[in-house]
């Protein structure tokens, strides 16, 4: 083991004074596209890179320099320093200046007037997310707040819909790649009704994934819609253009797509009320609608039995007086029976009279009688007599 012990006091020292004493990187300019760009407390912390590298650079007294755009090639004067406390190293600028567009930006306008020139970014043939949203398909990181707050916002409004999370890199080599196909693979999954593809804020480079052609392929072949929700509200990505509809954050592409059950409750309550009054209300003109019609029908019935009642009590009266009269005939006949009985032959003939015919004809007196036989007639017989 050395016997050479050092401070980190003393490495950092050391490794400042070798910067600080190398010529070729003080008074130097330095040009690169600006992919970000922050201010505090009158100093400017930024970043400027090219295709291969990416050079951290510190600008006192920002405020007498114009600030640049992200995307903006700048040409910074300065050299390079090493704080030795916080063990960084950067770029101390002394001044900026533009030195034109960048090549990240020239890229994103270039492809962006090709996919507009082809119809990508037509409203007409954006689709809307469906109101009725049960599952949700996101390509993102699978760690990070992104997936967190699309999570907890989704559930918040509503803890019916499911969310599946296809995990992607969203920036670096290769991220491009792995959203297109994220988004392809949704495209296809049947049980998913909204793609939502989101990433948090970051630099020009961090959200150089989602300005790609492949993605915006992708996006634009889609069978579902797609909900972009990349970087701040600030930020403007190609797939902003493509996608169905643009959130600001990824929360609020959860906002946006999850529809809240509270208030499907509360509208399903409101209109079952609603139903209820006005089937109560049918009801209350149904009953007295059935009031009237019974008291009509009351009324007619009245009438009729009333009518009826007069005919019963005229057939009535006409039966009195019809027992009346047969009452005075069955008298009438009585006696008539009583005179018929009186006058019966066989009650005569049992209290001893009898008829006598003379000739076939009936002899009623001693006058009419001739000589010559007569016929006796009696009750039990007859006999023959001569005179």
Avoid at 8 to 37: D, H, P, R, T, W
Avoid at 178 to 196: A, L, M, N, R
Avoid at 201 to 223: C, R
């Amino acid at each position: 083991m050395s016997d050479n012990y050092f401070s980190v006091a003393q490495i950092n020292s050391y490794i400042k004074n070798i910067f600080e004493a190398e010529i070729m990187l003080q008074n130097i300019c330095v040009y690169g596209e600006v992919s970000s760009y922050n201010v505090s407390n009158g100093i400017a912390y930024f970043n400027i890179k090219d295709e291969s590298g990416l050079l951290s650079c510190v600008l006192f007294g920002a405020k007498n320099f114009d600030t640049p755009n992200i995307g903006d090639v700048i040409l910074v004067k300065g050299g390079m320093s090493y704080y030795a406390k916080g063990g960084k190293l950067s770029f101390n600028a002394t001044s900026i200046m533009p030195y034109g567009k960048g090549l990240l930006y020239e890229k994103f306008l270039k492809l962006k007037a090709k996919l507009q020139e082809l119809g990508y970014f037509d409203e007409a043939r954006k689709r809307p997310v469906p109101k009725r949203v049960r599952r949700i398909g996101v390509v993102s990181s699978p760690t990070g707040a992104v997936i967190r707050d699309i999570i907890d916002v989704t559930h918040r409004r509503n803890d019916t819909i499911d969310i599946v999370l296809y995990p992607v890199k969203v920036q670096g080599v290769g991220a491009d790649a792995e959203i297109s196909q994220g988004i392809k693979f949704f495209s296809d999954y049947e049980k998913v009704d909204v793609i939502i593809v989101a990433r948090g804020g970051g630099s020009a480079e961090d959200l150089e994934p989602f300005n790609s052609e492949i993605v915006a392929n992708a996006t634009f072949e889609s069978k579902k819609p797609v909900v972009s929700a990349v970087g701040h509200e600030t930020d403007f990505t190609i797939i902003d253009f493509v996608a169905d509809l643009r959130a600001p954050t990824p929360s609020a592409a959860a906002e946006l797509v999850a529809w809240r059950k509270d208030l499907e409750i509360e509208n399903i309550a409101k209109y079952t009320l609603s139903i209820e009054k006005n089937l109560k209300n049918k009801f209350t003109f149904i009953q007295k609608d059935i009031d009237i019609f019974y008291e009509k029908l009351d009324n007619i019935a009245s009438n009729k039995i009333m009518k009826q009642t007069i005919v019963l009590d005229r057939f009535v009266v006409r039966l009195q007086e019809f027992e009346n009269i047969v009452d005075k005939k069955t008298t009438t006949l009585d006696k008539y029976n009583l005179s018929l009985i009186g006058s019966n032959p066989e009650k005569i003939s049992k209290m001893g009279y009898s008829k006598v015919f003379q000739d076939g004809k009936v002899i009623n007196s001693v006058k009419k009688l001739k000589d010559g036989k007569i016929i006796v007639s009696m009750i039990d017989g007859q006999i023959e007599s001569k005179i």
